[in-house]
């Protein structure tokens, strides 16, 4: 599944794509709802059968809907990136949609805890680099708290994460959502240098460079 924006980076040569590889990367909640729910096919390569998913409350996700090719990207990224210098990010706009999914009236804590160890790993992160944010980001950040080409475009949620990742210093937010379409995919990068990826795009960009974190 090829999308304009990753062949577009792909295009480039290949030291400008290996040194613009995300490397600081924004989970959005769907993202992290997806790595949890499918878990044993993403880590550790267990599935029921190859031509569907069944999701924890039972739905089937077949072979090519745009959710299956999703979660096949997911696996591909994450099953050998072990030797790979990744951050992954959440904040609280992240628990925020975490703590609304409910199961028979009450939160999802197996969900809620998934967020805390992804939550634990960023707060890592942050205290390696001493809490310190760019200036650069941060200059990034409060041009984009007033950009009105960018969050009158947004959904009130989508926006929160953007901001969150631009905040963070993030060179790409994770996502399956609408928002990742190819127009703000260009527009959010050009101007804030944040790529707004799918799994699917992110695996495009990747790929070429997988062998190393092998």
């Known amino acids: 599944m090829k999308t304009k ?54 739905k089937i996700i077949k072979k090519g809907t745009r959710l299956y090719e999703q979660i096949i990207a997911l696996h591909d990224i994450f099953i050998n990136i072990e030797r790979a210098n990744f951050e992954f990010v959440v904040s609280n706009a992240v628990y925020d949609e975490v703590i609304k999914k409910k199961i028979n009236g009450h939160h999802d804590e197996n969900f809620i805890k998934w967020f805390y160890d992804v939550w634990d790993h960023w707060q890592a992160v942050r205290i390696s680099y001493k809490n310190s944010i760019s200036k650069e980001a941060f200059i990034r950040y409060e041009k984009a708290k007033k950009d009105k080409s960018l969050l009158g475009s947004l959904s009130r949620r989508d926006r929160n994460i953007i901001l969150d990742a631009i905040e963070r210093d993030c060179d790409a937010v994770l996502t399956v959502d609408k928002f990742a379409d190819t127009n703000k995919q260009y527009f959010v990068y050009k101007k804030y240098k944040l790529m707004i990826l799918k799994p699917t795009d992110f695996l495009i960009i990747l790929k070429p460079f997988q062998a190393l974190y092998m």
Do not use: C, M, T
Request: no cysteine.
């Open 5 to 58: 924006f990753a062949d577009d980076f792909n295009s480039k040569d290949p030291w400008h794509r290996y040194q613009n590889l995300p490397g600081r990367i924004f989970l959005d909640s769907n993202v992290l709802q997806y790595l949890q729910d499918f878990s044993e096919y993403v880590f550790d390569n267990y599935r029921e059968d190859k031509d569907y998913f069944i999701s924890p409350k039972r």
